[in-house]
């Protein structure tokens, strides 16, 4: 009976939220310039509450992850979460101390520019006062400044209670 080893193969580290093919490996650095939105990108189209940004800017995949791993960790199975972006744009940088030239560096991370005004993240299925919170503590993650809102024509039967619960009201026993 033989027996053989079996080696045990090392993961490297999956960078999530990358595309699977590129025309190109590495890109021009670019720039955000507000131009004119299109509905589908400001407003709320699948769920019930978003966070919109407020600057442009560019956000790392890491960023995004580390966003979407608070919400995910404390939404149940009938409580959903969507990213409305991608991680497209692959940034190089040189090594450190290294001579001019040479060509451009390797790529370090991956991020994806956004403008002001643009949905990040949606979330259905859950009550407001727990949608802010999750989003409140994802947008610290994030770069730049964010904005909760809540769809407009959304009623919502916890407002009424959370102002009952309100630490600030006093309520008198008759």
């Avoid at 990358?18 to 490996?25: A, G, S, T, V």
């Avoid at 600057?55 to 791993?69: M, T």
């Avoid at 727990?130 to 610290?140: D, M, P």
Wanted: proline share 5%; charged share 30%; net charge positive.
């Amino acid at each position: 009976m033989k027996l053989h080893n079996k080696k045990t193969k090392t993961k490297k580290n999956k960078v999530k939220n990358i595309p699977k093919r590129q025309k190109f490996n590495k890109l021009h650095k670019g720039s955000v310039t507000p131009v004119s939105y299109t509905k589908s990108t400001t407003s709320l189209q699948i769920g019930r509450f978003g966070l919109k940004l407020l600057k442009n800017g560019r956000i790392s995949s890491k960023q995004l992850n580390a966003a979407k791993q608070i919400i995910t960790k404390v939404i149940r199975k009938k409580e959903k979460l969507w990213i409305r972006s991608f991680t497209d744009i692959p940034i190089t940088a040189k090594p450190k101390e290294v001579r001019m030239g040479k060509g451009k560096g390797n790529i370090e991370y991956w991020a994806l520019r956004i403008k002001s005004g643009c949905l990040l993240l949606e979330i259905s299925g859950i009550t407001k006062k727990k949608a802010f919170v999750l989003l409140n503590a994802a947008s610290k993650k994030l770069p730049l400044p964010t904005l909760f809102i809540q769809q407009p024509n959304y009623l919502t039967k916890d407002w009424k209670i959370n102002e009952t619960f309100s630490p600030t009201k006093t309520t008198k026993n008759i």
